[in-house]
C-alpha cells in the first residue's frame, strides 16, 4: 500500500475534484416584479454550485395550510441545498435536492399542514461544476440555457406547460355565462391537483420523491462538446424568448454576456410593460432572475 496523502487529514481525500480548474466565472441579478417589494425567486452560490429558485406565487384568496410564504420557503430551500451539497459533495443532484426538501419539512413547525395541495413550493435550476464536468438539474419551468460552441441548446422541464395548456382547454370549454373570476379560480385549484402527481407536473415543495423526477444531465468541459457558458433563468427572465421572442436562445446568451444579467432583466422590464395584453398569466410582471455561468 503507498503512503497516504498529507495534503488531507485521514478520511477528508474529496470523493471527487470539486471546483478545480477550469474556473467558473459567475454573474447574476434578481429583481422582484416592478411594485412588488418581496422577491420570490432567489439566486445563490454555494462554491462550485449555482442555482435559480422560483418561488410559487399564491394568488389572491388561496389558502395555502401553511404560516410560511414563498420568499421564506425558497430562502429555507437554498440553504438546505447548499448544506447536502456540502455534506456529501459526491451525491447526485437528485439526491441532495431530495435531502433539502426533507429537511424543510423539518424546518416548517406544527401549524402547517404539509399535504395541503397550495402548500408552498418552489422551481429548481441547479449547476455544479466538478472538475473536468459539470452536473445540472432542472425542476418545473426555470430553464437552463447551454453553449457548447457549436451548438445552443436548452434544457427545460415542460411538464407544468403541459398541465397549464390542458386546463386553459377546460376553461375554453366552459359555458359563456361562467365569470372570469369562477374560470381563474378552476384553474388554479387544478394546477394544484396536478402538483407532484403522475401525468401531472412536479416542483420542490414538501415531498423529497419530487427530486427524483428532475431533468439532470452532465456535460464535459474539456475536449469535444465542452461548455462554454451556460444561464439559470426563472420564467420571469426565459419569457424573453418564450413569451416575447425577443431573440432566440443563442441571442439571450449574446445579450446577457454583453449587457449582464441586469441587461437581460431591463429588456424583458420593457417588453412587459409594452406588450402586456400577450401575457397569458394572472400576473402582468413577474419576479426575474439570471445567473450566467461563464468557463476558461
Not at 6 to 12: A, F, L, M, Q, V
Request: net charge negative; proline share 6%.
Amino acid at each position: 500500500m503507498g503512503a497516504p496523502d498529507r495534503r488531507y487529514p485521514t478520511g477528508s481525500v474529496p470523493a471527487r475534484p470539486v471546483g478545480t480548474a477550469p474556473m467558473m466565472r459567475v454573474r447574476s441579478a434578481s429583481d422582484p416584479a416592478p411594485g412588488r417589494l418581496e422577491n420570490e425567486d432567489l439566486v445563490f452560490r454555494f462554491g462550485p454550485l449555482v442555482g435559480v429558485l422560483d418561488g410559487a406565487t399564491v394568488p389572491e384568496g388561496f389558502e395555502t395550510g401553511c404560516v410560511h410564504g414563498p420568499s421564506w420557503y425558497v430562502r429555507h430551500l437554498a440553504a438546505r441545498i447548499g448544506l447536502a451539497v456540502a455534506a456529501r459533495p459526491a451525491a447526485t443532484l437528485m439526491s441532495s435536492l431530495a435531502a433539502a426538501i426533507l429537511a424543510v419539512r423539518a424546518d416548517h413547525c406544527d401549524a402547517c399542514d404539509l399535504d395541503h395541495p397550495g402548500t408552498p413550493s418552489s422551481t429548481v435550476c441547479l449547476l455544479r461544476e466538478g472538475g473536468d464536468q459539470v452536473d445540472y438539474l432542472v425542476l418545473c419551468d426555470s430553464p437552463l440555457v447551454l453553449d457548447t460552441g457549436d451548438q445552443v441548446s436548452v434544457v427545460s422541464d415542460d411538464r407544468l406547460d403541459a398541465a397549464v395548456a390542458e386546463l386553459r382547454r377546460a376553461a375554453d370549454a366552459l359555458p359563456d355565462d361562467v365569470d372570469p373570476l369562477t374560470r381563474f379560480r378552476r384553474a388554479v385549484t387544478g394546477q394544484r391537483a396536478r402538483m407532484n402527481r403522475t401525468h401531472g407536473y412536479w416542483a420542490a415543495a414538501s415531498d423529497p420523491d419530487a427530486a427524483y423526477h428532475a431533468v439532470t444531465g452532465t456535460l464535459p468541459l474539456r475536449g469535444a462538446g465542452a461548455l462554454r457558458r451556460a444561464a439559470l433563468l426563472s420564467d420571469g427572465a426565459s419569457c424573453a424568448v418564450e413569451q416575447f421572442g425577443l431573440f432566440d436562445w443563442a441571442g439571450l446568451l449574446e445579450v446577457t454576456a454583453v449587457e449582464g444579467p441586469e441587461g437581460l432583466i431591463s429588456r424583458v422590464r420593457v417588453a412587459e410593460r409594452d406588450h402586456a395584453d400577450r401575457l397569458r398569466r394572472h400576473k402582468r410582471t413577474d419576479d426575474a432572475s439570471v445567473v450566467l455561468c461563464e468557463f476558461r
